[in-house]
């Protein structure tokens, strides 16, 4: 979506379902990886001697350096190509992934997760945009719902095989299963995907862009570590909030007076570009929250074994799915808004229910639930 400049007016290229594949294959590695080392987190803890509060960089760190680099993706790939920054992408997160899983203290994995992250973050939005290229307007909408259904096979099939991993080898083995669908996708891509045309002439708002990736990092840190040194009382609590501020006042600032700043606030000006963007944010914060508190719960306070943890979680995905599926057909044919508002009656009924939980409910309930919280999350 971010680079269907003119590519979409080339002859649509024969080996279609090939290239697809291949895309899907390099997504799904880096869906996994949102949250096959959620249930394995315990284990990496002990491993490389970290608190509670520290080992949750393993997860953040990763978000973090994803969010930071996914908005350069449309650069990166007009300036040297879809097919290398691609290639290249899956390369630096299959190595990053190997020296994750050999990794031996808390600073290394959270240094390889970070570049994870980095070499991750352009994935999705250049598969997004080659399928898109490749499929024809009256097939996007299934070509979308596939691309989604991909996107959530990491929440489906992460827990599951992160906790299977984890019981039977090492949790080391959650990072060393992105080397062999990485080569076969890097295969695949390379034999089967056309390389796009490169401009020198792309510029990227390096002030726009250095400024919000600050103030994202900074932020982060602050929510992070807040609550363990008592908010405001902190010293680095405080510096990092005058940070996040401050870049992200510059950022504003730059972003309405440049002449061609790294955000164009006129993308603003479409209202179904920003409603989209205001519920995808809520998306985020409601699904990403839940699914990173979810593991904690099943595993110390119901006291559910690692496999069992990650089975429970996996109807969730398996909602999602089948959702994607029933949208990707309904799409043209029934209105948006209704298929918007029965993805968020189905995710504000499953948080509601979450509220009343205790460890005392059942299995049954979980993936029930899960499951409802996924089909509007597939909605939506």
């Not at 294959?25 to 002990?46: E, K, R, S, W």
């Not at 991750?120 to 009256?138: E, F, M, N, R």
């Amino acid at each position: 979506m971010l680079m269907a400049n003119g590519a979409a007016a080339a002859p649509l290229p024969a080996n279609r379902a090939a290239i697809t594949a291949c895309i899907i294959l390099a997504v799904i590695m880096q869906a996994l990886d949102t949250t096959i080392a959620n249930v394995a987190l315990p284990y990496m803890q002990g491993s490389v001697s970290a608190s509670a509060d520290q080992i949750n960089w393993v997860l953040t760190s990763y978000i973090v350096a994803a969010a930071i680099m996914t908005p350069p993706s449309g650069f990166l790939a007009n300036r040297f190509g879809r097919q290398r920054v691609l290639m290249t992408a899956i390369v630096g997160f299959v190595m990053a992934s190997v020296l994750c899983g050999m990794a031996q203290s808390l600073s290394q994995i959270v240094a390889f997760r970070l570049m994870q992250g980095f070499f991750g973050a352009a994935l999705v939005p250049i598969a997004q945009s080659i399928l898109l290229d490749i499929y024809t307007t009256k097939e996007r909408g299934s070509a979308m719902a596939l691309f989604g259904v991909s996107v959530m096979v990491g929440p489906v099939l992460g827990p599951v095989i992160g906790g299977w991993l984890t019981e039977n080898f090492s949790w080391r083995w959650v990072f060393y299963i992105n080397v062999p669908i990485g080569v076969l996708a890097f295969v695949g891509i390379s034999f089967y995907l056309r390389e796009t045309k490169v401009s020198a002439e792309t510029k990227l708002d390096w002030l726009g862009f250095g400024s919000l990736s600050i103030a994202i990092a900074a932020m982060q840190v602050f929510l992070d570590r807040g609550a363990q040194l008592d908010w405001f009382s902190s010293l680095e609590i405080l510096i990092e909030a005058v940070v996040a501020a401050s870049a992200f006042y510059v950022f504003l600032v730059h972003t309405f007076t440049a002449e061609r700043p790294f955000v164009r606030p006129r993308l603003f000006l479409d209202r179904n570009f920003t409603v989209g963007m205001l519920f995808i944010f809520i998306i985020g914060i409601t699904y990403l929250a839940s699914m990173a508190l979810m593991t904690p719960y099943l595993q110390t306070l119901m006291g559910y074994p690692v496999v069992t943890a990650g089975i429970v979680m996996g109807p969730r995905g398996v909602g999602t799915m089948i959702s994607m599926f029933i949208v990707g057909r309904m799409m043209g044919r029934v209105d948006t808004r209704l298929l918007l508002m029965i993805g968020l009656l189905l995710t504000a009924w499953a948080m509601y229910d979450m509220t009343g939980w205790t460890p005392d409910i059942s299995e049954w309930t979980v993936a029930v639930v899960g499951f409802i919280q996924g089909a509007g999350l597939g909605f939506l």
